[in-house]
């Protein structure tokens, strides 16, 4: 019943998908990240399509046999959520630190009491989004519902990874309630202790330390830098394609001397990509540098590129160019990356006090209008 084809991602190249049909009558599609093998001739290879058979044959199975971990019946619901979130906490408590473990603990027991509050029949990101709401119901601050998100997450990609049916399943996306997010920038410190951690990491035979300070330094985001090339760069600047971005607009970077310095200890040649063997698996190596480094905080891929755009600021680079360079809107830029010191404010207002000089006259109050005041 179920179906398989190769399909072209921007990452992981040529893959087989396929398409199985669920108890409940649905069709539903999976990435197997298997690599999609051809002859010279560009045909499909029999090996290949004999793996994507196979993939196809065990998902279909996995599916008939109701044992799915993403779907519970309503007799466990949320007390076997609770359940399998326990067994995952005792399976990774020996990987954690105190601190890590607490934080967990402290998000199973409000599931605990979350209780009857919202129902749960799968493990799945509707879960996050429910505990979101019940968070927020209950007034936690925006960090602390981060945290308990975070914990939540990395529970429901414990579960996807807990399916030995050889298949990578999709990961759940970060949900994030709006705070100061300047805190998510890396201090110099931090960033050097990351680097160093990931000193000796490669994907594919690639060092992954370059491609961090690389997005430190240039403020893309993971895919444009996965996607990043050589004929991009041309002169002071690196051209990134509108078709490959976001917010499908083309986008200018300038070179600055430290960026330059990092591309010319990248290795040869120079006509590909700038990082031919990284794939998406950075995200999963930046977290293990992160719980290297012990920096004592939870920290994201995405968050280099948060110390960019913080760093930008800091320099004194007007807030619509930044947005420019990394494609944000400028109110995003404004109102969650824009610091201001008291000594600022202060030092502003002096010179609005400079100008606003009554009864004398001013720009806001001539003194013909004043003399009878």
Excluded at 268 to 284: M, R
Aim: hydrophobic residues 40%; proline residues 5%; contains cysteine.
């Amino acid at each position: 019943m179920a179906s398989f084809y190769p399909r072209q991602t921007k990452t992981s190249g040529e893959v087989w998908y396929v398409r199985i049909k669920l108890r409940s009558g649905q069709w539903y599609r999976y990435n197997t990240k298997i690599p999609v093998e051809r002859t010279r001739d560009g045909e499909l290879s029999a090996v290949s399509l004999r793996k994507g058979l196979k993939a196809a044959e065990r998902l279909q199975a996995h599916e008939d046999a109701g044992d799915d971990p993403f779907r519970l019946t309503e007799q466990n619901g949320h007390r076997g959520f609770l359940a399998t979130a326990e067994e995952y906490c005792a399976d990774r408590a020996a990987s954690w630190s105190m601190k890590t473990l607490e934080s967990v603990r402290y998000t199973i027991r409000l599931l605990r009491e979350s209780l009857g509050e919202f129902e749960i029949r799968s493990v799945d990101r509707g879960v996050v989004v429910k505990f979101r709401k019940w968070l927020l119901g209950r007034r936690y601050s925006p960090a602390s519902v981060n945290i308990h998100l975070r914990n939540l997450r990395a529970f429901v990609n414990w579960v996807a990874r807990e399916v030995e049916i050889g298949w990578d399943p999709p990961r759940i996306q970060q949900i994030r309630v709006e705070g100061p997010t300047h805190r998510d920038s890396l201090t110099p410190e931090e960033l050097e202790r990351v680097i160093v951690a990931a000193a000796t990491m490669v994907i594919n035979g690639c060092l992954v330390w370059p491609y961090f300070l690389f997005l430190v330094l240039t403020g893309m985001r993971r895919n444009e830098a996965l996607q990043a090339r050589w004929p991009w760069i041309h002169g002071d600047f690196i051209y990134i394609p509108g078709p490959l971005t976001k917010t499908q607009q083309k986008r200018i970077v300038p070179i600055t001397g430290a960026l330059r310095s990092l591309l010319m200890i990248l290795p040869s040649p120079h006509d590909g990509k700038l990082f031919p063997g990284l794939t998406e698996a950075v995200s999963k190596r930046f977290r293990k540098a992160v719980l290297i480094a012990e920096i004592g905080r939870p920290l994201h891929l995405h968050n280099l590129r948060d110390t960019f755009i913080v760093q930008a600021l800091v320099a004194g680079v007007p807030a619509f160019l930044v947005a420019k360079i990394c494609g944000n809107s400028v109110r995003v830029i404004e109102s969650h990356y824009s610091m201001f010191t008291t000594d600022e404010i202060s030092t502003t207002m002096q010179q609005l006090n400079a100008i606003q000089q009554f009864p004398h006259g001013t720009a806001i109050a001539p003194a013909s209008l004043t003399r009878n005041i």
